[in-house]
């Protein structure tokens, strides 16, 4: 049953009136087609909502919104005093075009690679499009990555130039750079040479900058993004610049009331996540592509990102699970100081209530909220849902998830609390988002429907595999001469399980290569049980293990933050992390959170056995990759010893 949008305006702030409006104009989107195979449910697929372009590039972005709308701020830069000085579409060609210059005098020929490493910032995403107004390739490096990551990177991709953020990244490789041959210029923001490359650039004439860009189209390699590599090494996955139209331009139009206005507040997005991932990267091209202001977070600490939001003020964030957790768990640890942890808990049950009536009102499967439910929400809404609003900036509508699985608990809170979340699910391989929920016909805790112009297939053996014009062209391999193609027959294998349902909406149920296979034969999903213990307040991380184990055991790392709050509120002193360990009390809390999880599954998947690790998981031991996966192998070998002590006697 086909499904449509309507611009007509929202009444101005009223997050309750937002979950109730039903629109009834605007862009219409068709409901899967589904095929099935002996009863079930084994392909989906949804038409594209645009017709693929079929000339120009990202080049041409920023130049056509300088024509268009000359004046209209487009992003935004933190100034040095916290406020945010706007930039106009005019303001941000001539910034690009400027450092466009610059490349082309310092030699960069079209096609060459150019690193970029750096956090968030708006040198990042001036770079982005600089590189490819100059008809080169960009080629992201987490700022968090070792020397010898880099430094592999920059060979395997032969890159010629490197831009860092800091002095100290560029002179951590230094060592290397005998290695490095083919890297013959190293820049470096906070020392000014970004703003030097462009007084470089003057003598350039703008034209050769107009032949560089016509000589792009939508085949054209426009960046190499390594994996994050939770297993092995890291491959380039080669996007070309119509792999990012195609994903932006759908999901643009789908998402209709994220990236066009709907009330007096025009969309802004602050972004916070890493440019080094393509999930933020796509959210960055299809805020230029469609005209939404952007602003850059390089502060992931609680404290900047706060004052960041509530500067900022956003009307969409873009998120993964793991901070919509910890922000529901700081919430509830607040209110539990104050005493108030009893009326939380009951406004969490109004939100998760009051959401999934929506969700049941939209699918034509229930009459939707009814007036008590209404009126509790009502009662709660100062109380709790405004605050954590506020929290986020004080205007947020609508969060675009992705990275892992989002509990359907705490999808149906954050609906029900004010703010719409739009799920998705996508490799790099596929420039981002290849599902993701439909807007007023929400599944939760499903990642959606296929991205419009996407096709979701079910393997034989549960693997998703999937189709579109978003999907990668192929992998680089500079031993084969550049790139090797992706797919035989069309499809991706993506290496993830799951299922469709009736109406074409897709779960992952875990990882083909994260199987676990008991000593009893028992196959194990452990992504069901490791996202649901990582939502407790005092757990950080979970690993479960068991492969070729009698059974099924887990390792626990603990939120010290929350462990913090839950001995304060229980009389106890603070202690280091490793004096927690063996604590009776704090086990038996675990215990409990362990016992709920078990509920998931059958008794031979379920977690008998479980280890406190007095350290956490993080990035800077390899055992995380920059967007939060685990490292599983990293791990098992870092904690062998506490592995083979829950197998003990």
Not at 124 to 142: E, I, M, N, S
Not at 513 to 528: C, D, F, Q
Not at 568 to 574: D, S
Not at 600 to 609: A, C, D, G, T, Y
Request: aromatic share 6%.
């Amino acid at each position: 049953m086909p499904i449509s949008y309507s611009s007509q305006p929202l009444p101005p702030d009223s997050a309750a009136s937002a979950l109730d409006y039903d629109p009834d104009a605007g862009p219409v989107l068709v409901a899967p087609e589904i095929r099935r195979l002996d009863g079930e449910v084994r392909e989906a697929a949804v038409p594209p909502l645009v017709p693929p372009v079929t000339h120009g590039s990202l080049a041409d972005l920023p130049f056509e919104n300088a024509a268009a709308v000359p004046a209209q701020a487009v992003l935004s830069r933190r100034t040095g005093d916290g406020t945010w000085a706007d930039v106009t579409a005019a303001e941000f060609a001539a910034h690009v075009l400027a450092v466009a210059k610059g490349l082309i005098a310092e030699g960069l020929a079209p096609g060459d690679r150019i690193a970029i490493m750096a956090r968030t910032t708006y040198e990042w995403t001036l770079l982005d499009f600089a590189a490819w107004a100059a008809g080169l390739v960009t080629v992201p490096v987490y700022p968090t990555s070792s020397v010898f990551q880099t430094r592999w990177i920059l060979q395997d991709c032969g890159a010629v130039a490197l831009v860092t953020e800091t002095g100290r990244q560029a002179a951590a490789l230094g060592p290397e750079r005998e290695r490095l041959p083919g890297l013959r210029h190293v820049w470096v923001v906070e020392q000014g040479h970004v703003t030097g490359l462009a007084e470089r650039g003057a003598a350039v004439p703008d034209p050769e900058v107009e032949v560089r860009r016509a000589m792009l189209g939508p085949d054209t390699l426009a960046t190499l993004v390594y994996t994050s590599g939770t297993t092995g090494r890291p491959k380039g996955c080669a996007l070309t610049h119509g792999n990012f139209l195609a994903e932006v331009d759908n999901a643009i139009e789908l998402l209709y009331p994220v990236f066009k206005a709907r009330t007096d507040a025009e969309p802004a997005t602050l972004l916070f996540l890493p440019l080094s991932h393509v999930f933020g990267r796509m959210v960055a091209v299809a805020c230029v592509r469609a005209r939404v202001r952007l602003g850059h977070a390089p502060g992931l600490k609680a404290e900047e990102l706060i004052a960041d939001l509530a500067a900022f003020r956003p009307t969409f964030l873009l998120a993964i699970p793991y901070m919509l957790e910890k922000v529901f768990n700081n919430a509830r640890a607040t209110a539990e100081r104050g005493g108030k942890a009893g009326s939380f808990d009951r406004a969490v049950n109004v939100a998760r209530r009051y959401g999934e009536a929506v969700e049941a009102r939209r699918h034509g499967t229930g009459p939707g909220p009814g007036a008590a439910l209404k009126a509790a929400r009502a009662l709660y809404d100062p109380l709790v849902y405004r605050r954590i609003r506020n929290a986020l900036g004080g205007r947020l509508r609508y969060l675009v998830c992705g990275g892992s699985p989002l509990s359907r608990d705490l999808a149906a809170f954050y609906l029900g609390a004010g703010i719409e979340v739009y799920e998705g699910y996508g490799l790099t391989e596929t420039t981002g988002a290849a599902t993701v929920t439909p807007p007023l016909k929400p599944r939760l805790g499903t990642v959606g429907w296929p991205l419009p112009g996407t096709r979701v297939r079910i393997a034989a053996d549960g693997e998703v595999l999937l189709a579109g014009g978003q999907v990668l062209r192929g992998y680089w391999d500079p031993h084969a001469g550049g790139v090797v193609p992706a797919t035989a027959d069309g499809w991706l294998p993506t290496g993830d399980l799951g299922r469709l349902d009736d109406e074409g909406y897709l779960t992952i149920t875990g990882r083909k290569k994260e199987i676990l296979i008991t000593a009893g034969g028992k196959n194990v999903a452990p992504a069901p049980l490791e996202n649901w213990l990582r939502q407790h307040p005092l757990i950080s991380q979970c690993l479960v293990v068991g492969d070729r184990r009698p059974y099924v055991a887990a390792l626990i790392t603990l939120d010290m933050e929350g462990v913090s709050h839950w001995r304060r509120m229980n009389g106890k002193h603070p202690v280091p992390a490793e004096l927690l360990t063996e604590d009776a009390e704090l086990r038996a809390v675990l215990q409990r959170a362990v016992d709920e999880a078990n509920k998931l599954v059958s008794r031979p998947e379920s977690i008998r056995r479980f280890a406190v690790l007095p350290v956490d998981f993080t990035e800077e031991a390899g055992q995380l990759t920059p967007s939060m996966k685990l490292r599983r192998a990293v791990i098992a070998r870092d904690f062998a010893r506490e592995i083979e002590a829950l197998y003990g006697s």
